[in-house]
């Protein structure tokens, strides 16, 4: 997306991240050049980029001017960042006077090319360039400084003498968009699963069924009590933390591996006198993801066999959104159903979340096989 001549928010969703704009008038005397760097929000990678106003105001041919940005790598446990530098040519925005058809002859609805013109260079001698630099760690590279050096050129027809930059054909405005390229496929793997303990094999099950309290090692959601329900039933207190209950070759097969959550849960566990309670849960997860790329979110339901549709209602929520609400009465045995759904993220985590919205009986709404993965874009 492009916003404003000088004022460029660029996203690109398989590369192009960062813009720095350059836009210079070209005209007998004078030359004009404004640019900004645009800051990178620490929610798309881990890399920002220093907010510098480079504003070189009235130049003349022949001035060697500069402007620097930082990139600092934020990522405290990340082992930095691959990312180049390139250049391209400047589109005319659609409030430029000469917009659609105007600008370069050459190349109508562009700026005549200014890129010829900037050199970028790294002044920490890392060895980075423009087409192959590097970020991070922290502990021994947390930033690169580079300059980008512009001596402005003569127009063709009026050189001077001495003058040893380079010559344009005929006044006009140039400009030139130059980015930091980092390429998505560094911070998405399609491959790699991002919820953890999706098919709530961990903690291992003994026997039937059991409860386990949220933050069990190894468990990986967090649960809460629905908050709509009663907290005594009789004559007895719900535990504080909720307890998320999980099932191993009772009443039919996991649909992954060997067990199962059921999200209408039990208050003291098996081997206790007390039955019926409400216990219906909400089970989460903070998705590490990036803002701009999809999601693929697959996850698996099964009503409890022989049971009412008002006992197994699952509602499926995507950063606070509800996105899903399935419903089915249980047959004679377990039967799961599939399903899949792709959303944009908005922000460096994302909630995923599902909420038994049934009776609150201690039955019903079986939930297994809980996966999210980045989708690379096309």
């Not at 799961?336 to 979340?353: E, H, I, V």
Request: proline share 7%; net charge negative.
């Amino acid at each position: 997306m492009n916003k404003l001549l000088n004022n460029t928010y660029i996203y690109k969703y398989k590369r192009l991240l960062i813009s720095l704009v350059a836009i210079v008038v070209l005209v007998s005397v004078l030359i004009i050049l404004n640019a900004n760097i645009i800051k990178v929000s620490a929610q798309i990678i881990p890399v920002t980029v220093s907010t510098n106003n480079l504003s070189f105001g009235t130049v003349f041919p022949g001035e060697e001017l500069e402007g620097n940005f930082i990139v600092n790598y934020i990522e405290d446990e990340g082992s930095g960042i691959a990312y180049r530098l390139i250049q391209k040519r400047k589109p005319l925005p659609p409030e430029h006077p000469e917009y659609p058809d105007g600008g370069d002859p050459e190349m109508p609805g562009y700026y005549r090319d200014l890129c010829s013109h900037l050199e970028k260079v790294s002044l920490e001698g890392e060895n980075d360039i423009p087409s192959s630099a590097f970020v991070g760690p922290i502990s021994t590279d947390p930033s690169d400084n580079w300059t980008i050096y512009f001596k402005v050129p003569a127009i063709f027809g009026q050189v001077g003498q001495d003058h040893t930059g380079g010559v344009v054909d005929e006044n006009g405005e140039y400009g030139c968009d130059i980015s930091i390229d980092i390429d998505v496929e560094e911070i998405c793997d399609p491959t790699e699963e991002l919820v953890i303990n999706g098919s709530f094999e961990t903690p291992v099950v003994s026997g039937g069924w059991d409860i386990f309290p949220s933050g069990t090692t190894g468990l990986g959601w967090a649960v809460d009590w629905r908050e709509d329900v009663p907290a005594t039933s009789g004559g007895y207190s719900r535990p504080d933390p909720a307890n998320i209950e999980l099932h191993r070759g009772v009443l039919g097969p996991a649909y992954e591996g060997g067990q199962y959550t059921e999200l209408d849960s039990d208050w003291y566990g098996p081997g206790h006198s007390q039955s019926g309670e409400p216990a219906s849960v909400k089970v989460y997860q903070d998705i590490p993801t990036i803002p701009g790329l999809t999601y693929n979110i697959n996850y698996y339901f099964s009503p409890r066999p022989n049971t009412a549709a008002a006992n197994n209602i699952l509602e499926f929520s995507w950063d606070g959104d509800v996105k899903a609400t399935n419903t089915l009465a249980g047959g004679s045995s377990i039967s799961w159903s599939g399903y899949n759904y792709s959303f944009t993220a908005s922000g460096d985590t994302t909630r995923l979340q599902f909420t038994d919205l049934g009776t609150a009986d201690g039955l019903g709404t079986f939930l297994d096989s809980v996966s999210v993965k980045c989708v690379l874009p096309q």
